[in-house]
């Protein structure tokens, strides 16, 4: 159980039985309900077949189509657009050639990357910072903004291509910079820099950012090992970890935190004291998200979310408890990690598209296939599959070290 004397704890006491529940109820028959359909691993044909939707939706450009309807005779124009997404995209396309798959669709992800650093990343006057910028038209906002999390993502996206000598070290350190710069004495990061002011926006928040940011400074130090990365990075996560400690319960699912934490702990960047917070930190976020999933394997949304049956949400959590899996110590909170993750992911194969024109694709809602739902649940955004697939590789990378399959 949790160590609820030592000072970096603070997951409520009343949650340990939660544990101790789910270990009994959820881990058993864990073997049984993971999804078989593979070659060599767990949720190999499902990976293989949105990497195929993605690689059939990438442009001559090197653009990708943004939305598609599962009906295919509905069409939409793809100048709505989001440049953060796409670099998300990019994301998970390297981590489909990280996790030791195949460097089957590297081209094309080098492709999109090309396209994505023409068209959205730009020089930020002369002082050596470069953006990711959201153009109005595309994003459907009012004025020409540079996100902190678009930079973020993009690193995370682009920092492989500086050994193959496809990108300039200048632009990523660039990018690194631009972080930086946006970076508040607490450690907490601004949203967006407004490019037609000139100045940082002040007063908007945006939840998912100072993780982002703070995974692609982890990103950048990994090839340009200059410290100012990595205690950028750390404290980041060490601000969100001090904030959320008095949310209890109501603490956000971050994935991205998880990820940055995960990668400290790996490459053990981290003090024993910064261990302890960071931890307590991410089991703090992982006991509300697990005690919300529906576990009755009658219910139609078994392996899914109270509330949230949402597959680009849904593959976001995925990622963030198989981070969480690799940072807590506590075997009972693993256990249930992995059970979790294993009737989750089995949701998720059930609601992609499995045959037609979007076979791969991950729609909106899960209700896509029940009669009488709104439009939007049938539309498939590229990052929906994007996110999708980044879970089931990381769930597959769990199966891979530990044999549970």
Aim: overall charge positive; proline content about 3%.
């Amino acid at each position: 159980m949790f160590d609820i004397s030592s000072p970096s704890t603070y997951v409520p006491a009343i949650f340990l039985t939660l544990i101790a529940i789910f270990v009994s109820f959820l881990y058993k028959d864990s073997k049984k309900n993971t999804h078989e359909n593979t070659l060599d691993l767990p949720y190999y044909n499902e990976i293989l077949l949105s990497m195929e939707y993605i690689e059939r939706n990438i442009l001559e450009d090197g653009r990708f189509q943004y939305r598609k309807h599962v009906n295919s005779e509905i069409t939409y124009d793809n100048n709505v657009y989001n440049s953060l997404r796409h670099a998300g995209v990019l994301y998970s396309m390297y981590m489909y050639e990280k996790y030791g798959l195949t460097d089957k669709f590297k081209e094309l992800r080098i492709k999109a990357s090309k396209y994505f650093i023409e068209r959205y990343i730009k020089k930020l006057g002369k002082n050596g910072k470069y953006v990711v910028i959201s153009i109005p038209e595309e994003e459907q906002i009012k004025i020409p903004i540079a996100k902190s999390g678009a930079a973020g993502v993009a690193l995370c996206a682009l920092s492989n291509l500086y050994n193959e000598n496809l990108i300039d070290l200048k632009i990523l350190q660039g990018l690194g910079e631009f972080i930086i710069s946006l970076q508040k004495k607490d450690g907490n990061i601004y949203a967006y820099y407004d490019l037609g002011a000139k100045s940082i926006n002040k007063e908007a928040e945006a939840l998912y950012y100072p993780g982002e940011a703070a995974a692609g400074l982890l990103y950048l130090y990994e090839i340009d090992s200059q410290e100012k990365w990595l205690d950028a990075a750390k404290k980041i996560v060490i601000y969100l970890a001090k904030t959320g400690k008095p949310l209890e319960l109501s603490i956000p699912f971050d994935h991205w935190s998880a990820l940055v934490i995960e990668k400290l702990f790996k490459s053990n960047l981290v003090t024993d004291d910064e261990r302890n917070i960071l931890r307590a930190y991410v089991e703090q976020m992982a006991i509300p998200a697990l005690s919300d999933q529906i576990t009755n394997r009658n219910n139609s949304y078994y392996g899914a979310f109270k509330d949230n049956v949402r597959p680009c949400s849904l593959g976001a959590i995925m990622e963030g408890l198989a981070s969480i899996y690799f940072c807590t110590n506590n075997k009972n909170l693993k256990k249930v990690i992995f059970k979790s993750l294993s009737i989750g992911n089995l949701f998720l194969s059930k609601v992609q598209v499995k045959t037609g024109e979007q076979a791969g694709g991950l729609p909106n809602s899960a209700n896509w296939v029940k009669a009488g739902v709104t439009p939007n649940a049938s539309i498939i955004r590229i990052d929906n599959v994007q996110h999708v697939v980044t879970g089931w590789l990381k769930f597959q990378n769990i199966l891979k070290i530990t044999g549970n399959y």
